[in-house]
């Protein structure tokens, strides 16, 4: 979904570096919420990306990219998760963050868009869900186990979803070829 504010002026917030992290306060409670009761949770963890932090030529502002937890795909719920975002935002306002009315252009993505347009299982952004010790270790593997000389690298891969690993995945792969 897609909401321009061509009324807005450009906004920086300088209190907003590259990565920040605002965790939920029950982190226990959120993952139940996600995969018990299956529902977006009451007290988000909200990861941001200011690009425009690191080079602020990207855009004539802040160019952010907030990220929550949501859970499985159930079906096309626009409405459900256009009212979520008022929940983010609210959040984002107790850390001195007014987003909202500084928003120029606004796109939400939803679990069922990244199934429909990525073909990830359910909307899984990042593959199977690592909330539990043993999860991390349970991630496909980045050589096919059916397909000679087929390899995966990637977020759905190991060793999983992030900047940082999905790096760590692509080296993997690279040193495999390069050994095979």
């Not at 061509?6 to 139940?32: A, C, D, P, T």
């Not at 096309?76 to 009212?83: D, F, G, P, R």
């Not at 349970?138 to 999983?160: I, M, Q």
Request: charged share 20%; glycine share 6%; aromatic share 14%.
């Amino acid at each position: 979904m897609i909401y321009p504010n061509k009324n807005r002026i450009f906004e920086r917030f300088f209190q907003l570096i590259h990565h920040q992290v605002y965790f939920s306060q029950n982190y226990k409670q959120e993952f139940y919420e996600l995969f018990q009761q299956k529902t977006l949770p009451t007290d988000p963890t909200v990861y941001i990306c200011n690009s425009s932090y690191t080079d602020n030529t990207v855009a004539p502002g802040d160019n952010l990219f907030i990220l929550v937890n949501a859970p499985a795909v159930k079906e096309k719920n626009q409405e459900e998760m256009k009212a979520y975002r008022e929940v983010v935002y609210r959040k984002l306002s107790h850390f001195g963050l007014d987003i909202k009315s500084s928003l120029v252009h606004e796109r939400i993505v939803t679990p069922y868009e990244i199934e429909q347009t990525f073909g990830a299982f359910k909307g899984a952004f990042y593959g199977v869900s690592s909330n539990r010790k043993m999860d991390s270790f349970l991630r496909p593997s980045n050589v096919s186990k059916d397909v000679k000389n087929l390899y995966f690298a990637g977020r759905t891969s190991h060793p999983g979803g992030g900047s940082p690993m999905v790096t760590i995945s692509g080296i993997n792969v690279a040193m495999l070829i390069s050994s095979s």
